[in-house]
């Protein structure tokens, strides 16, 4: 009998006992399985940084697991370790952290735990610029496709994918659970982007080199990767975390294109945006604050998503209430509004000791006023008429302040991978450059924008980025609604439907980056399969309307065919016909870096590709050039001076975007001086 109860004590509370319990309060912040899965990637983190400084390649990967499986133990220790590590973050520590699941033995323990999901491996490609790009470098690129490659031909979708990594590290290689489950589920091809990251490439390399390869996916008509290119490939984005980022501002780039390009030369055709986006715990805006606007709040308070929204909005509300316990409060489901008359009286009664009423306070007349100095008139009467305010505070607070003890992702990762991207000789203009904080993005633009679905844990420090851009991109949609149907364009009785344009999935008690541990975290894989629905599912209903006759992407007219020969677009006329444009014209307004470079002698190169791993028999296609996967891109790509590109003439230079030189300027100096740290040498 002892021994029994001593074998249920002990079975009940071995968490207890060896000291693997959670603490408290991130127990109750998370799921049982999601903090179980950041306890597994914290004894990770620290256990890799713990070895980071051995120079021994094979004995640096050994002392990580053996340092990992003490930390596993040891959690307390390695809450300490990386809590400090985190204080004085370099971009070593951040690449050492997010690049240890292609380490040998984590990879092998990955692909060991990971389903077979295709018979092909992932290939290595590079993919050449357009001839009006200021770059002339490759980009590079993985294809995943479960099949050979002569059967990209017979495709003419594809989902194109811009990973995450905080702008500084990780390449596709790190995301494979997600994009091996979708080239899978959806059997089409995925085409990943290993852009340049930061900080040896800052802004806005990495966002010229994404719209450069949408902009020659459209041109070649799909040529570059492999496919037959008899249509325009259609085109569903992703992007998660950073790459969220930078895939919503590629949209925006290329519906800026279309508006500006199109309208100075006539002849020019606009660059089709995608037909649709998903963004996947996106970071938005670059602006860290603590407090949010009045606007920012209206958007989540909005009637319409306050059911989706109400974890939201009661997880800011006990953000207050925790620290005030004893305070009386109004529910989670009070409005902001004035007290009611019950509550709060018209007028003002002042009750002495002896419980006898005086008349109520009011308002000074014009006659007192001018008998007392202007600033205690103006405070009496904003205090004679004042009434009491239900409290906003609590609905204020941003969710990087509400999460900031967050175990995935800290205020300090935030402002370290911010200061790496903008690099120390760029001042961006935090509060205006979309391109950089596509929250901040003008509502002419997001109305124009393609079908946008979202999926972020609702304990994520960038969930009001989620809830605040959709509820931007509804009200767009919703305003354009209505000005067509007031103008008549519409059917009068046509009612809005916002998830024709909007769809937001917030995950309870998740928080950062789930779908990069589904190894540890396997509910991660019920949501990468849920974003291969949607996508599947966003095919079909625009192909449903292409075959009813209405198009799936306003503003596209005609087909799109490329000129190999005079480097230009022509668009197919109804008569069949070709109208020429003209040459050297471009698509888009040139983001201009501290480079510079020529361009491509041609638009259009043969695909250069390899395979990872020896590929099988059936692998019976080739396309263009086979290169070696080791083979770097030839020299480094350098942007034109002042952004010109073609024979188009220049364009002026946005004010945020400039370089300045940073022995000439005190911001740039201190710039200079937080890169350099972070970068791990002196600035």
């Known amino acids: 009998m002892v021994i029994t109860l001593l074998w249920l004590y002990i079975s009940r509370n071995f968490a207890k006992i060896v000291g693997l319990e959670s603490p408290e309060p991130l127990a109750n912040l998370y799921t049982r399985s999601y903090f179980r899965a950041t306890w597994v990637t914290t004894a990770l983190d620290a256990g890799f940084w713990t070895a980071m400084k051995i120079r021994t390649k094979w004995l640096r990967d050994l002392a990580s697991i053996v340092f ?116 899978a589920r959806l059997e089409l091809p995925v085409l990943s982007l290993d852009y340049k990251k930061a900080p040896e490439n800052p ?106 929204n109400r974890n939201i909005l009661r997880r800011k509300s006990e953000d207050y209430y925790k620290l005030t316990p004893d305070t009386p409060h109004p529910s989670d489901d009070e409005e902001d509004k004035t007290l009611s008359p019950a509550i709060a009286p018209r007028d003002t009664t002042i009750v002495t000791a002896n419980d006898k009423s005086l008349p109520a306070l009011k308002p000074p007349t014009d006659a007192e006023l001018d008998l007392i100095s202007p600033s205690v008139a103006t405070h009496s009467t904003s205090f004679a008429s004042s009434k009491p305010q239900v409290l906003k505070t609590r609905l204020a607070m941003s969710s990087m302040i509400s999460y900031f003890n967050d175990r995935i992702l800290t205020p300090e990762m935030m402002r370290a991978m911010i200061i790496l991207y903008v690099g120390p000789h760029t001042r961006p203009d935090f509060s205006t450059d979309y391109l ?5 993005a003008p509502e002419t633009l997001l109305a124009k924008f393609p079908k946008t679905c979202f999926l972020t844990g609702e304990r994520d420090p960038l969930v009001d980025d989620t809830v605040i851009f959709a509820g931007r991109l509804r009200q767009a949609k919703h305003n354009l609604f209505v000005q067509r149907k007031e103008l008549g364009l519409l059917n009068p009785k046509e009612t809005f439907d916002e998830r024709e344009h909007v769809e937001v999935t917030l995950i309870p008690g998740i928080s950062h980056g789930f779908l990069q541990f589904v190894s540890v975290f396997p509910e991660g894989w019920d949501h990468i399969y849920r974003v291969a629905g949607w996508i599947d599912e966003l095919f079909a209903v625009n192909e449903s309307r292409a075959n009813e006759g209405t198009s799936a992407r306003e503003g596209v007219v005609g087909d799109y065919h490329f000129n190999h020969n005079h480097h230009h677009h022509r668009r197919n006329a109804t008569s069949g016909g070709e109208r020429p444009g003209k040459q050297g014209r471009r698509h888009h307004r040139r983001l201009p870096t501290t480079e510079t470079s020529s361009a491509d002698d041609d638009d259009y190169q043969p695909l250069e590709m390899s395979a990872v791993n020896p590929p099988p028999a059936r692998l019976d296609g080739k396309v263009g050039d086979v290169a070696a996967a080791t083979d770097g891109a030839a020299g480094k790509g350098k942007g034109r001076k002042g952004g010109e590109g073609g024979s188009g003439g220049g364009y002026r230079r946005d004010k945020s975007m400039v370089s300045l030189a940073s022995e000439e300027d005190l911001l740039g100096r201190r710039m200079k001086g937080l890169a350099g740290g972070l970068m791990g040498h002196e600035g």
């Open 436 to 440: 950089l904080s596509p929250l901040l």
């Open 203 to 308: 802004y806005p390399y990495a966002l010229n080199e994404c719209y450069d390869v949408y902009h020659i996916l459209i041109a070649s008509r799909g040529r570059c990767i492999g496919m037959s290119g008899a249509t325009v490939p259609r085109i569903i984005m992703t992007g998660d975390s950073a790459g969220g980022n930078i895939a919503t501002g590629t949209i925006l780039m290329i519906l800026q294109s279309a508006s500006n390009d199109a309208q100075r030369y006539a002849d020019q055709d606009p660059l089709p945006p995608p037909e649709g986006l998903m963004l996947i715990y996106p970071g938005l805006d670059m602006n860290i604050g603590n407090w949010m606007s009045d606007e920012q709040m209206a958007l989540i308070q909005d009637r319409r998503t306050r059911k989706r």
């Open 68 to 183: 990992t499986l003490y930390y596993l133990i040891a959690a307390e220790q390695a809450d300490e370790k990386v809590r400090k590590v985190r204080g004085l973050l370099t971009v070593d520590h951040l690449r050492v952290s997010w690049h240890k699941s292609t380490t040998p033995y984590l990879s092998f323990l990955t692909k060991t735990l990971r389903p077979k999901l295709t018979r092909y491996p992932p290939r290595a490609i590079r993919i050449h610029r357009p001839s009006s790009s200021s770059y002339s470098e490759p980009v590079s690129a993985w294809l995943y496709f479960d099949g050979p490659l002569s059967a990209l031909k017979n495709h003419t979708k594809v989902v194109l994918d811009i990973p995450g990594g905080g702008f500084v590290a990780m390449n596709p290689r790190h995301h494979e659970d997600k994009l091996l489950g979708w080239a």
